[in-house]
């Protein structure tokens, strides 16, 4: 079946700081790839997504480029801030299936 | 435009009791989908309601149920109530089947 593995966490940075959190995965089909973040207390909220390969996702200086090859969906950002600390899923969807598959979240505390 | 609400905030409920959760969809969205979250894990598809007909269900027992309305809000039905149920219920509405989910704030569900 569908799975999402990312890299375990917690994940502890300094303010600008550049940051990685892996993702990789299983999938029948040609999945769509998401990233979403958990702020503390409230629900989740989608960071970006990339529909097919190749595609590049981006939003609030995040960066997942979708890597067919690799079966890859890796976060980035150059330059973390205090306000980014959140826990982190990574998720996959598969056109008509009706479900998302979540990995289990990175946690990112980015201290000043 | 409305965002995804659900209620309750939070229950309390005794092991082989039962609860209903409640979600409204945002406006103009016809799918629901419904996800459990245990505690330091991703969320869990349960199931997927479109225009108002099952459309997938996750790995979860028969008492786990629900509804889908005209107006496209939903319940979540929990029959037997389990200590492991403990959770927190997230709900996200979409716009088709593969539509991009948004998700409610969720409920947190407490079993003794």
């Known amino acids: 079946g569908d799975s999402v593995t990312q890299m375990e966490g917690p994940v502890t940075l300094s303010e600008e700081a550049f940051l990685t959190i892996n993702c990789t995965y299983t999938a029948t089909g040609y999945p769509s790839l998401f990233w979403y973040v958990q702020y503390p207390g409230e629900g989740l909220q989608l960071l970006l997504k990339a529909t097919k390969a190749d595609d590049k996702g981006s939003n609030k200086g995040f960066e997942a480029t979708y890597r067919k090859e690799t079966t890859s969906f890796h976060l980035e950002k150059g330059s973390v801030q205090v306000s980014d600390s959140a826990v982190y899923f990574c998720?996959?969807?598969?056109?008509?299936?009706?479900?998302?598959?979540f990995g289990d979240g990175t946690t990112l505390t980015v201290k000043p | 435009e409305t965002g995804v609400t659900q209620s309750p905030t939070h229950l309390i409920k005794t092991r082989g009791q039962q609860v209903t959760l409640r979600c409204s969809s945002q406006s103009g969205h016809n799918t629901v989908s419904w996800y459990q979250q245990a505690l330091g894990q991703g969320p869990q598809f349960i199931f997927q309601?479109?225009?108002?007909?099952?459309?997938g269900r996750g790995n979860f027992p028969p008492r786990f149920s629900g509804l889908q309305f005209p107006n496209y809000s939903s319940e979540l039905n929990v029959n037997a109530l389990e200590l492991d149920d403990s959770a927190l219920y997230l709900c996200?509405?979409?716009?088709?089947?593969?539509?991009?989910?948004?998700f409610g704030p969720g409920t947190r569900l407490t079993v003794t």
């Open positions: 996200a509405s979409s716009l088709g089947r593969s539509g991009e989910q948004y």
């Open positions: 998720a996959l969807g598969v056109e008509g299936a009706g479900k998302s598959t």
């Open positions: 309601y479109y225009r108002e007909e099952e459309n």
